[in-house]
């Protein structure tokens, strides 16, 4: 009796602490972000009635067959029951993985609008490096030979390169609101990951290899870029902001910062 009690407030206490979302995820600020969370919220009540059902059904079998002191009996149980059940969760959660595929796949396997703000990121322990195209739209030569980061070139401009001469490099991220970034990821040394919460997005960064990777930010503030892959012992230094500004406060920004 008193175990199927435990069962039961425990699983209240549980349901409850989901459903109250006392601690939750920040809000998103992305059309994808929304996206996101309407999907998880869908998944976590579909996930979380069925928890509640087998939690009260454990209570009860627990409370009706507990030790009466008389012989155990055996049941051989219902095939064709068990048969149902394990076709129904598999249909069910087969469904939810197929309703957020869509999800996923706009951000990984859709282009990127033609007209998206391209910026570059270079990751090395333990810090991150953007970098704008100047006001000519093209981004410098670069080359592994001029990486010298005691004198602030992180991602190796070639200076003899026109181009590069108005490129800006920026230990944090800065972007439009509303206006699509193409962001190309790369990694100097080992693997990271640039993850930022309220987007709800996260995408590794491999050494040798230049990733695509857009979205869209909606909301002007500043928020947290983490790599969330384990880098080294430094790994918990490595933080950088993405600044959501408004279009003006942005060309004006980047205007300024190629001057410099």
């Known amino acids: 009796m008193i175990l199927a009690v435990i069962l039961w407030v425990l699983t ?40 509640a059902i ?3 059904a454990l209570g009860y079998v627990v409370f009706k067959f507990k030790d009466d002191g008389k012989r155990a009996s055996y049941s051989h149980g ?20 197929l309703m957020g595929t869509s999800i996923w796949a706009s951000v990984h396997f859709a282009e990127a609008p033609a007209d998206a703000l391209q910026i570059e990121v270079t990751a090395k322990q333990f810090a991150w490096s953007f970098r704008y195209a100047g006001a000519d739209g093209k981004f410098g030569k670069t080359d592994i030979k001029f ?21 800006v490099v920026t230990p944090n991220i800065r972007v439009p609101a509303g206006k699509p970034v193409l962001l190309t990821l ?14 709800r997005l996260k995408q590794d960064l491999v050494p040798g290899m230049a990733i695509p990777f857009h979205f869209t ?3 002007i503030g500043i928020y947290e870029v983490a790599c969330s892959e384990l880098c080294g012992l430094g790994h918990h230094q490595m933080r950088a902001t993405l600044q ?17």
């Open 147 to 167: 990486i010298n980061d005691a004198n602030g070139n992180p991602v190796g401009l070639d200076e003899k390169d026109p181009d590069a001469k108005d490129d």
């Open 186 to 199: 790369k990694a100097r040394d080992v693997i990271h990951n640039f993850f930022v919460r309220e987007l």
């Open 54 to 56: 087998a939690q009260a």
């Open 217 to 219: 930010a909606d909301k």
């Open 12 to 51: 209240g206490a549980i349901v409850y602490g989901f459903a109250g979302k006392f601690w939750w995820f920040p809000p998103p600020i992305s059309q994808h972000g929304v996206a996101y969370d309407e999907q998880f919220s869908v998944t976590l009540i579909v996930t979380g009635i069925i928890f």
């Open 244 to 260: 959501v500004m408004s279009p003006e406060n942005f060309e004006k920004w980047k205007f300024e910062a190629a001057q410099k």
């Open 78 to 97: 219902n095939d064709k029951l068990e048969a149902i059940w394990t076709s129904a969760t598999a249909v069910l959660f087969v469904g939810l993985v």
